[in-house]
């Protein structure tokens, strides 16, 4: 990433995360959250693997090839995250939080 004179940043991270929602956001219509893990529901071997969804919750179909590009996205904009565990991202405000807490052990 080039840098000013003031060895800040040209472009901070935060602008980095809004541009990558509007990519997303274009490239898929209608997605609310992108849920983005290593471990597809096929694949024995780690890939990254995201499940969209619309504003009703209900899960929007895409193919194989754009759902392993806006894992590789996602990863790429969120480096320091353990990928370990899945995440979820939220377009309306590009905002990523941890989402492979089940409803049960939330409450503990």
């Keep these: 990433m080039l840098a000013m004179p003031s ?4 472009c901070p991270d ?5 541009r990558l ?7 898929i219509p209608g ?6 893990s290593l471990t597809g529901p096929n694949e024995v071997w780690p ?16 193919g194989r090839t754009t759902t392993r590009i806006a894992a590789r996205w996602i990863l790429r904009v969120w480096p320091d995250v353990d ?3 899945p ?3 939220d377009l309306a405000d590009a905002t990523l939080n941890r989402s492979d807490l089940s409803t049960a052990d939330r409450g503990r």
């Design 7 to 10: 060895e800040t940043p040209a």
């Design 14 to 18: 935060t602008g980095r995360q809004h």
């Design 21 to 27: 929602v509007a990519q997303l956001a274009d490239m």
């Design 31 to 36: 997605a609310a959250t992108i849920r983005v």
């Design 47 to 62: 890939h990254p693997h995201a499940t969209v969804k619309d504003q009703a919750g209900e899960t929007v179909e895409l």
């Design 83 to 85: 990928w370990s565990r």
């Design 87 to 89: 995440h979820t991202l």
